[in-house]
T-cell receptor, first 117, second 113 residues
Framework: GAVVSQHPSRVICKSGTSVKIECRSL??????MFWYRQFPKKSLMLMAT?????????EQGVEKDKFLINHASLTLSTLTVTSAHPEDSSFYICSARDRAGGNTEAFFGQGTRLTVV | QQPVQSPQAVILREGEDAVINCSSS?????VHWYRQKHGEAPVFLMILLKGGEQKGHDKISASFNEKKQQSSLYLTASQLSYSGTYFC??????????????FGAGTQVVVTP
C-alpha cells in the first residue's frame, strides 16, 4: 500500500514556542491530506482538511491561528502548532488518500507525540 | 457527525468471537474499519461501500446496513494479535468530495490466552 511518512515522531518543546510537523506521501500524490489529534485512550478527532495550493478547511472548534496548515506541494503538508501550551500536548496524526473521495483507504502517518513543558 | 461505537471495551479469550457495532445518525457513503495498537498509527482493515455489503479479512469480517446506517465488525476465533483498539470511520453522503473520515470513540479489545 501507499506510504505516508510523518516527522518528527516525538517532540518536546517549551511553552510558548512553535512546532512544525511534516506529513509526506512518499509514493503517490495527495491533493488532500487530513490532520487528526488524539488524546490518550480517545478517538481520532479530525482537525482540518489540507488541500494542495489552497487554504485548509478547519473543523468547528479548531483554532486556525493556532494550528497553521500549509500544503505547499502534492506530497507535503505541514502542521505548525504556534505558541504551544501544555494543553496542546497530544498525538497528532496525518492521513492521505491517493484518490479523491471517500471510497478508498486513507493511509496514515506514524503520528507525532507532542509534549509541551 | 461522529459515529457511535459499542461496546467501549471487550475482553475475549483466544478463540472466542466478538461483535463491534458502529452507527450514524446521518446517511453514510462508506464505513472504514481500522485497528490501532498503543502508540502506533491506525492500520486499515477494510472499507464497506454499499448497503448490505459484507467483507472479510482473514477471520475479521464486517457488514454494512445502509438503511439502518450501521456497520458491524465481527472478530471470529480471535487471536492474540487481534488485541488493540478498533475504530470505525465514516464518510457521510452529504460530505464534500474530499471524503472526510470521522471516527467513533473506539472499542478496546483485549484477547487473553
Amino acid at each position: 500500500g501507499a506510504v505516508v511518512s510523518q516527522h518528527p515522531s516525538r517532540v518536546i518543546c517549551k511553552s510558548g514556542t512553535s512546532v512544525k510537523i511534516e506529513c509526506r506521501s512518499l509514493d503517490f500524490q495527495a491533493t488532500t491530506m487530513f490532520w487528526y489529534r488524539q488524546f490518550p485512550k480517545k478517538s481520532l478527532m479530525l482537525m482540518a482538511t489540507s488541500n494542495e495550493g489552497s487554504k485548509a478547511t478547519y473543523e468547528q472548534g479548531v483554532e486556525k491561528d493556532k494550528f497553521l496548515i500549509n500544503h505547499a506541494s502534492l506530497t507535503l503538508s505541514t502542521l505548525t502548532v504556534t505558541s504551544a501550551h501544555p494543553e496542546d500536548s497530544s498525538f497528532y496524526i496525518c492521513s492521505a488518500r491517493d484518490r479523491a473521495g471517500g471510497n478508498t483507504e486513507a493511509f496514515f502517518g506514524q503520528g507525532t507525540r507532542l509534549t509541551v513543558v | 457527525q461522529q459515529p457511535v461505537q459499542s461496546p467501549q471495551a471487550v475482553i475475549l479469550r483466544e478463540g472466542e468471537d466478538a461483535v463491534i457495532n458502529c452507527s450514524s445518525s446521518k446517511a453514510l457513503y462508506s464505513v472504514h474499519w481500522y485497528r490501532q495498537k498503543h502508540g502506533e498509527a491506525p492500520v486499515f482493515l477494510m472499507i464497506l461501500l454499499k448497503g448490505g455489503e459484507q467483507k472479510g479479512h482473514d477471520k475479521i469480517s464486517a457488514s454494512f446496513n445502509e438503511k439502518k446506517q450501521q456497520s458491524s465488525l465481527y472478530l471470529t476465533a480471535s487471536q492474540l494479535s487481534y488485541s488493540g483498539t478498533y475504530f470505525c470511520g465514516t464518510v457521510l453522503m452529504t460530505t464534500d468530495s474530499w471524503g472526510k473520515l470521522q471516527f467513533g470513540a473506539g472499542t478496546q479489545v483485549v484477547v487473553t490466552p
